[in-house]
């Protein structure tokens, strides 16, 4: 295959009308995600493809580039500003920059500045190479404007439906290439991309293609609600040292704690007032965060629960009280089996369901929304988006899997942890203590007790004798009136919900994010919705876990 493009344009001269305030003084590619503007991913990804240099045209608050670029470069890559005093539309853009494109840049990458993707930009290049096109599109299955028609082999037939073509409709990612002979063919007009592809399908049916994006993630960062997502998936980095001093304290040597794919910062401090203690910090990002402190408060003031002592608060800081290190997975390890702390767990779970919403009510505490079926539905397609990753779904396992939020649904609603497992619940001496207990709301009982006797993080050998004990615990804690069959088959349909949530994220966090230590959890978290599948009547889901579990890796599709 010829070599990747050198020269990709960034599209970043958009106004940003939709996300106004916050695009007012800064154009929208600008806007902060993860502590670094959105347009850095793009060029990260195109980097890491083979891109040796950006082409960026402005036209909204073009000095904010600079300061974002003051060095006209980004990891050594050079970039070219092209100021747009009157925005000329995709197409004109593309013609604009045209000039600068040298002969080496047969072909160049163009991608929206707003886009967040992360695309095998090397099966791109290679379907536009195969198919000789002009210009090739990167498109996906699903999303909100599946406006772009494909045929089966692979020639764009109609953007916008303007052409009657009823080939089957894509979504454009807002990433595609094209040749430098296509670029330089276009009029400096302030006209759409679209407008020029049209004419071209029309003119010369096949020049215009289409190549199947097989990336996990794509997002297109166009309103506020989008915004808001991207932001809580990709959470600012905290200074904890500036935040311990915020409330009083000073970080200890060595002090950050590592607390899983939370997005808050944690750490060892020592405060004057308070003696050692735990600083805990967020940005904001993720509305459930603000709710650690008040749920803290509330939990053990209020139903007096085993939970941290709120030592001071600010804004997004909090100083806890410091429960140790010795969590119940690491209890798990050790032998005997830990009973007690498993039993303590329990009886704190069945006390904040007992008590909990009406004590959130009582103080006026908003949670977060319940479980009901969209959310449930959301686990479900978690699961299929990253663990699937390209897999077909078997309309039967479908059903199955739906069928397990109906059940769950027609349980009485109390209030739930919702992340009750092994690493969220700290031991001292033989006690229990809940900690990340800021997603709290309203939902069935079961699907704590599913967390905590399910957990993937625990493969103790004799794990699966020890958890008939601790289901017949769990039902005498919630005093529940029905027989232990119906406990029992209420309890491993939570359990078959929960799991597949829990391996969505192991394997996002695994294959999208660069964590290899949550999917190294995913065989467990396989196994256990095997078996709880298979207990709960839902056979099929039980065989398609244990298919996965047998043949882990994703299937990449090249099908248009």
Known sequence: MAEFPRTAFLLGAGLGTRLRPLTDATPKPLLPLGGA??????????????VRR??????????????????????????????????????????????????????????????????????????????????????????????????????????????????????????????????????PNRESLVEHLLRRIAAKPGSVRASLDTGATWDDIGTPEAYAAARAR??????????????????????????????????????????????CAHDGAKAENALYGPL???????????????????????????????????????????????????????????????????????LSAPFDEPLYRWERDYFCEHVLAGRRLDRGVAEEMASLSRELLRQPMVAVHRDLQSQNILVRGEEAWLIDFQGMRAGCAAYDYASLILDPYVTRPDMQLW????????????????????????????????????????????????????????????????WSAMLCGRRRLAELARSLRENPEPVTSRRR
């Open 37 to 50: 503007p959105i347009i850095r991913r793009a060029m990260d990804h195109l980097l890491a493809a083979g």
């Open 54 to 187: 950006f082409v960026v045209n402005t036209h909204h608050r073009p000095e904010a580039w600079s300061a974002a670029f003051p060095a006209g470069e980004h990891r050594g890559a050079p970039i070219a500003f092209v100021h747009e005093p009157e925005l000329l539309e995709t197409g004109g853009g593309l013609a604009n920059i045209a000039p600068l494109l040298a002969e080496q840049d047969a072909h160049i990458v163009v991608w929206n500045g707003d886009i967040l993707a992360e695309p095998d930009l090397a099966l791109l290049m290679s379907d536009h190479l195969e198919g000789g096109a002009e210009v090739t599109l990167l498109v996906r299955g699903e999303g909100p404007n599946r406006n772009v028609r494909v045929a089966a082999d692979g020639a764009v037939t109609d953007l916008r439906d303007r052409l009657g073509s009823a080939d089957p409709s894509y979504q454009f990612t807002g990433i595609c290439v094209v040749t430098r002979a296509f670029a330089r063919s276009l009029p």
């Open 234 to 279: 990709h959470p600012e980095p905290v200074d904890l040292a500036a935040a311990a001093a915020s409330v009083g304290a000073e970080l200890s040597p060595g002090g950050e704690l590592a607390r899983g794919a939370s997005s808050r910062g944690f750490a060892r401090a020592v405060s004057a007032a308070h003696g050692t203690a735990v600083v």
């Open 296 to 366: 803290a408060r509330l939990l053990r003031e209020q139903l007096g629960l085993n939970a941290p002592r709120v030592l001071a608060e600010r804004g997004n800081i909090l100083l806890l009280e410091d429960l140790g290190d010795r969590d119940l997975l690491a209890a798990a390890g050790e032998a005997p089996f830990p009973w007690k702390p498993y039993a303590s767990a329990i009886s704190q779970a069945a006390r904040l369901h007992r008590g909990g919403l009406e004590a959130a009510a009582g103080a006026g505490l908003a």
């Open 467 to 530: 958890r008939v004990d601790l289901e017949e615990e769990a039902r005498e804690a919630s005093g529940w009136k029905e027989s232990r069959d119906a406990f029992s088959q209420l309890l491993h349909t939570a359990a078959a919900q929960r799991l597949l949530q829990a391996c969505g994220a192991y394997a996002n966090l695994g294959r999208n994010h660069g964590r290899a230590d949550f999917l190294a959890h995913l065989p467990a978290g396989l196994a256990n919705l095997e």
